[in-house]
C-alpha cells in the first residue's frame, strides 16, 4: 500500500507548500517523521533576482501530520478507504459474508449510486451480502506473440 503524510491543518499545509514548495517539505517531512525529534524542521536559504539572500524557517509538531493511504495503480487498495480515482473497469477482490471465501472478479466503478447495486460499484451477479474489500486497476489484456 501506498502512504502519503498529510496536513491535519490544511492552511497550515497551503502555507508551508508555498514557502518552501510542496516536492522539497514533502521530501523533509517523509525524511524527518522517524527520527527522534518531536518537530519536522523546514529551512531555505536562496537568493533572488537580484541576489538578495531569502531565509525561512519554520519547526511544527509532527501531531500536525497524518499518514494517510493514496491509490496505488499498480496494487491492491483496500476498500472502503480508498476509492478509485476515477469511473471505470477494475479488478475487485469480493469477500461473501463474515465467511473467509474471496474471490475475484471484474467491475465497474461508476459516478453515481443510481447507476450501480452498491454504492459506486456495480458487479453483474453479485452474491447475496457480498462486500468489495478491495480493487486494482485492470490488467492489459493478454496478448499472444504472433508466429513467424
Known amino acids: 500500500m501506498k502512504y502519503k503524510y498529510e496536513f491535519k491543518n ?4 497551503e502555507a508551508v507548500y508555498t514557502i518552501f514548495g510542496e516536492e ?8 524527518q517523521m522517524f527520527d527522534d525529534d518531536e518537530n519536522i524542521y523546514l529551512e531555505v536559504d536562496e537568493r533572488d533576482a537580484n541576489n538578495k539572500l531569502f531565509n525561512a524557517h519554520v519547526e511544527f ?7 494517510t493511504l493514496i491509490y496505488d495503480n499498480s496494487g491492491w487498495n483496500p476498500h472502503p478507504e480508498i476509492e478509485p480515482p476515477e469511473s471505470g473497469d477494475y479488478l475487485v477482490t469480493l469477500q461473501n459474508g463474515d465467511l473467509a471465501i474471496v474471490y475475484y472478479v471484474a ?3 461508476g459516478p453515481s449510486a443510481s447507476d450501480c447495486q452498491s454504492g459506486h460499484w456495480y458487479v453483474s451477479n453479485p452474491v447475496y451480502s457480498e462486500a468489495i474489500i478491495a480493487f486494482r486497476a485492470m490488467p492489459e489484456p493478454y496478448k499472444p506473440e504472433k508466429s513467424k
Open 24 to 31: 522539497f517539505a514533502r521530501d523533509e517531512i517523509e525524511q
Open 61 to 67: 509538531s509532527k501531531t500536525e501530520i497524518e499518514k
Open 107 to 109: 467491475a465497474t466503478y
Open 10 to 13: 490544511k492552511a497550515l499545509g
